[in-house]
Structure formats: C-alpha cells, structure tokens
C-alpha cells in the first residue's frame, strides 16, 4: 500500500485507517453562497482520510448543484471507489434526463465490496418526499474486511430513537469491525445518541475536542460562522482502537464542521 495514503502495517501487525464524516450541504458555501465542490474534495485530501462518510450529497439534483452528479465528480476527482444513497428521489424536470437524487456518499481509497442503503423508520409523516437511511459498505482494507455505515437522521427525537434502535439492529452479530459516520441531528446528551454509545464507541469521546460543535451558522452580518452545537459524529465497534480524532474547523464551507479519526484495525 501507498503509505502517504494511511492504512500502514505498525510493527505490531495492525494497520491505521483514517477516516471522515462531513455534511456538505451539496457543496454550497454559507456565506460566499459559492457551489464548489473542488473545495470540498481540497479538504479531503489535506486530511489523509481514506474513507469518507458525506451527507447531503445531489444527483443530478437541480441548478443548485448544476445537476452534477456530485458522487461521479468527487471519486473522479479523488480517485477512489464510491457508494451512493438515495434518500430522496424525484422525476427528471425533462424527458430524457436522468431521475433527480438527494442522500449521503461513501467514498473509499480501498475497494468497497459490498453496498446497500437501508431504509429508516418515518414517524411524522410516512409520505414525505426525504426518507432516512443507513448506507452500509463493506470495504476491504488490504484483506480485512471493515463494515462502514453512513447515515443523516431524522429532525425528531421519537423518529431518531427508533431509527438509532434499527441501526443498532443491523450491527448485531457482525464479526467485522464496524465503523459509521454521520449527522445524527442529536446532542451528545441526546437519548437516541445515549443509546447509540451502548453500543458504539464516539470517536471524540475523552479528547480535547468532546465537548466542541460541529454545526454552525452564519452571525447576523453574515461576515463569520459561530459554532451551534454538536451534532456529527464517528462511532466506531468498541473492539477498534482510537488513535486520534479531532474536529477539522480550520476552513469552513458548509454548515458543518467535518471530523476525522484515525482507527487501528488488528489483520
């Protein structure tokens, strides 16, 4: 393997994995209004992750995003493997152009081998256009198989618990490590994020960076971001080791902060 590109074998036999969750909002700058998704692929790179979980992702979508399949464009641009979700799927605006889709995106320096996205519980009104899901890939890390998961919960607490529970249900009995990304909608004090800990093990959790937010929004002049709360997050299996982990809030595009961790996986 490449070395500048992570998943090194340490002397102990185990290899390191960095990994990234951020919620693009399609590319768009808050402040500068600006569509770039060079931006978004820039700070990729700089970070040296290697598997990256990215919410609100289009396809083909509108003129917000210059109908740009914009999970094509990043991999290209990255040159690494891709999954799409679609939680969100409408008719083509013309004949002959291809179905309109709004999700999340894995992107991957290593091959993934498996991909499916599953469909989260809907509470408040089972009809609405934007579904949830959970988009697990498998990915192979030079012969170890990682289990990855990408998802954006919901905007209600009741919908978020059951969609945590559902989650939850589909890690149960894997022998595989299991790490997810995501934008969760949900405090760290949150009862579906509470639960979700029972299980997984946060990424930020016992560092400097714990208590830090993640979403931010413009100030009244729109001049500078000030951070809101914390609301993304890695989780990973409790068996995976945490190397480092940290908020990336030097550039800010989105309304996110993104957040990188750095995994040690035994062969």
């Known amino acids: ?17 960095t990994v990234m969750s951020f919620n693009i909002l399609h590319g768009e700058g808050m402040i500068d209004g600006k569509l770039d998704l060079e931006r978004i692929a820039s700070i990729i790179e700089a970070s040296g992750a290697e598997l990256i979980g990215l919410q609100e992702v289009d396809k083909h979508f509108s003129a917000r995003s210059h109908y740009v399949d914009q999970g094509v464009w990043l991999a290209e641009r990255l040159g690494m493997d891709y999954a799409y979700g679609a939680n969100l799927t409408l008719p083509a605006e013309d004949d002959g152009k291809p179905e309109r889709q709004y999700g999340t995106l894995v992107l991957s320096r ?53 969609q945590a529970e559902q989650i939850m249900d589909k890690a149960k009995g894997r022998t595989e490590p299991i790490i997810m990304s995501g934008d969760f909608n949900a405090a760290p004090d949150s009862p579906e994020i509470i639960r979700l800990t029972s299980m997984f093990r946060d990424s930020l959790a016992g560092t400097e960076w714990e208590k830090e937010f993640t979403l931010v929004q413009p100030n009244a002049d729109k001049t500078e971001y000030v951070p809101v709360k914390r609301i993304d997050y890695l989780f990973s299996s409790k068996e995976l080791r945490v190397k480092d982990a940290r908020i990336l809030n030097e550039a800010i595009i989105s309304d996110h902060y993104p957040l990188a961790a750095t995994y040690s996986i035994d062969k």
Not at 136 to 154: C, R, Y
Request: hydrophobic share 35%; proline share 3%; charged share 25%.
């Open 1 to 17: 393997m490449n070395q500048e590109w992570g998943a090194s074998n340490a002397a102990d036999g185990t290899k390191e994995l």
């Open 110 to 162: 290593f091959p993934i081998i498996y991909k499916k996205n599953h469909k989260l519980v809907q509470l408040l009104d089972v009809n609405r256009p934007e579904a949830r899901g959970l988009l697990e890939t498998h990915i192979d890390i030079q012969g170890s198989k990682v289990i990855f998961f990408n998802t954006h919960l919901g905007l209600d607490s009741r919908e978020r618990m059951q």
